[in-house]
């Protein structure tokens, strides 16, 4: 079984696709059903895989390794390690969340929503279970396809708009990706004389030269930025967000986000380390950007969900800062905080899809006075808040303690100027907060208000429980990040020490100087030994 | 004088044999029926190719018993069956058959006198693309290039009392003769300097004439301008692509989903035999001006460039396909210019893929202009609320011309990005590969916008449909037969693969 399960996690949703097919399109109850119970098993199953996975094992677990195409080296490989395991878990709990959320705002074309909801579940697992850049890349691109139809068909009214905007982005970005794998295919062909695709074997035994580790750290690296999105590739974001459906804004702030991290830390990092060294600077400056300029521009919106959606950049920007802190604190917060920022902001979306549903409007002055009308809605929107704030014994404290950690190591400036992201969030979010939630009721509209039913309450129930667990006891999740992330730092010490020690520039000019003066030459060989 | 008969081997030609005696058939029912036969014309036509196509399978899969010599070389070495005839004939047989099985709506409706010599004409352009694709000499190839497009020139202007459709056929005539006019004063120089026609035999010799004058110049340079200009016109390659979309537009949608298919591999085919097999010493930047290399990857710089910013502005769907089969061909011209052993092998993949993704999109253009009488993107809208296979597989089509994974578009597409950075990672003077490759991936994201605004149209209006699709069962079929291609080839592409991997070998490009 323990094969199997990678398989059955991945692609147990598809059964679902299968079965939603032939259901007929009026039946929206039992097409809802189906497609509720085929999410809650693909989440029993990755619980199961939790169980199964081992916290002190090094390397990849529950590895499958069967040939697919293989003239072209290309294999179904799959495996999991304690980084992807909570992105798993992360993917298999948001999907289930927020098809139950779309149980009443979800109207028109019931069937192809869960169908594309399903699909969308198996890109993301594959995504994260990839372990051979091929099947990575094809998971990576049949994601955009169920996404291009959530937001495009059941989005807002800017909906088509954005859409397109969002598919014609992630393409630019993913066509450069596959130039790069298509060379790493060649360059580790020319290397070993076999075609293979295999992530582990590449990261293992490619040697890269410093100029083709540049080149390709620029393609895949603009690839996963556009996705996170780091700054200057945002703006595609506040559109797709926005005009999103609930569900939609959740799985794209929950996970697809984390997809871009993810492929920093699985494959950037690891296979051009030496790049990600010279590279460094200019991403911590680019996610500092990302950090103070998401919380400004939030500060301002008028939208609650352009607010989330702003903030979101915000907390990416804390991501990309801890992993390129590159210690072990900054990349084990990254990666708690990726899990964090798809509970709280996959939240705070939740919440205010709920308002939407009740009001058909999100903007702040709308409202006023909501927690005298709806209590338990107030109180849960407030834990969320504050965990996305980063309150201590909510979850985000213990992302962005640690990330702030590991920059402070790294650099006081990035630590500085990080920190006050922080304080920022702080105000954005509590100031949406007060004129959303307190003062009287201005608007006679707000007052016939019902507050959170049943459904709503189950919903919001886990994530609060995850929120409260994350930030009291997070001793779990770092005993199972802890031999992945240890690997990633040890690399990454590995290259900044050879950078250290033969630094290529001195190396470059020994080289030019010995050519031109043989005695000028050895002068510089000395100072160097020295 | 000893002078001893070529060799025929009719066991060569089993298949075009048939297709000849199969052609006059249909032609010869149509008339003894009286004219009076609605489908079954059509279901007749549909045995000449596919019993050729079941004949190539079977041999390729060595279900065919070894005494029946089909593969290797017949009639003086005049026509040979190697593995790039065999691959790029089921190509042919398949466009046909898929052609054909579009066409029952039309021949239903409009042609109702002479359905026998639309589908004998077919069967005849067919024909005379195998021919092409065995042919293993210049003249061969000429005449296997001529017998594909005359009787085009007539299937495209079928439509006699439509303006547009005499149009497409006059235009087609006229460029049609203007470039095989070309490209046989073009043939005339390369024989004029190798003195044979044979490929190989001329490739042998144009290599002792290069070593032994370094520069051919002019002669040589003239000659490779004519031949790229006149298989540039078969393949509608920038700057001598003006013709597709008016050509596409007004001929039968069947027929111009043929002319896109199977039309365009037929050039291919006699690209490839010309300048990948003849002129392979001409190639790579130290023979300038000589060089073709270049040449053909600006020309297909300027089709991915013009094909996709171009069907961006289209309202007419055929006019859309035409410059997306116009950009595809660029796609496939990088192939071409890749000497090495993946070269010519994606080139065939990517044809194979692009067939069944290419006439699934033309076959469901031409079910919704059956029924409704139109080709505009407009009339598409709402088409998911009422059809919705229709807009499904409609849609993943145009994902796999995209390319899209897992449909098989994406595989095509991969395969020719990885041959030209094969050839560029090793070496160095090909470097110029890149700026193909990074075109071709800049413009892929160009063509994924005008491809996604059909699907726009069909999924995210909200207006009420006008149209509702029933489906015919040869039409229905089409769009089956070419959804399996693209979803089967995409995933389990493993024995097309090995059976391109030997195509390079028979160009001479590597020894296997």
Redesign the interface.
Known sequence: MEKEILTLVTFFPLVGVVLLTILPRDRHDSIKGFALIISFVTFLFSTWLYYMFDPLGNGMQMEVNIPWITSLGISYHMGVDGISLLLIMLTTILTFLSILASWNSIKTGVKGYYISMLLLETGMIGVFCALDLFMFYVFWEVMLVPMYFIIGLWGGPRKIYAAIKFVLFTMFGSLLMLVGIIYILFEYQKYSGVFSFDMLKIIGELPLSYQAQLWLFGAFALAFAIKVPLFPFHTWLPDAHVQAPTAGSVILAGVLLKMGTYGFIRICLPLFPDATITYLPYICILSLIAIIYGALVAMVQRDVKSLVAFSSVSHMGFVMLGMFALNTQGIQGSIIQMINHGISTGGLFLLVGMLYERRHTRLIEDFGGIARVMPAYAAFFMIITLSSIGLPFTNGFVGEFLILLGAFHKNNVYGIIGATGVVFAACYMLWMYQRVFFGKVTNDENKKLLDLSWREKVILVPLVLLVFWIGVYPKPLFEILKPSVNLVVEQMERAEAVRLDDDYRVEEKLTTVEVGNNELSFDTEEQSDE | MDFTLPQYDPFRMLPEIFMLLWALWVFTYDLITKRQKEAAVGYMALIGPAVPLLFIVFYLTGLLPESWRYGGSGFGAMFFNDTTAMFFKIVFLGAAIMAIGSSFGITKQKIVNHRGEFYGLLLFSTLGMMFLASSNELLTLYIGLELTTIPLFVLAAFFKDDKLSVEAGVKYFVIGAFSSALLLYGMSFLYGLSGTTGLVQMKMNMAVVFLSYRDIGVILLGGIVLLVAGVGFKLALPPFHQWAPDVYEGSPTPIAAFLSVGSKAAGLVAFGKIFVNGLMAFFGPEQAPNDWGMLVGLLAILAMVIGNVVAIRQTNIKRMLAYSSIAQAGYIMIGMVVLNEHGMASVAYYIFAYMFANMGAFAAVAIFEDQTGSCQIEDYKGLAKTS?VFAVSLSLFL?SLVG???LAG?LAK??V??AA??MA??DPSASWLYWL??VG??T??FS??YY?NVM?LM??SNEEPRHKITYSVPALCVLLLGLAGIVVFGIY??PI??LV?TIPADFGLYIP
Request: glycine share 4%; net charge positive.
């Open positions: 919705p994902l899209i994974p897992p994406f991969y395969k990005f990885a950075i094969s990672t090793v490759v990074g991936v800049l892929a994201v994924l916008f996604a726009r999924f995210f592409a493993e693969l090995k991997r």
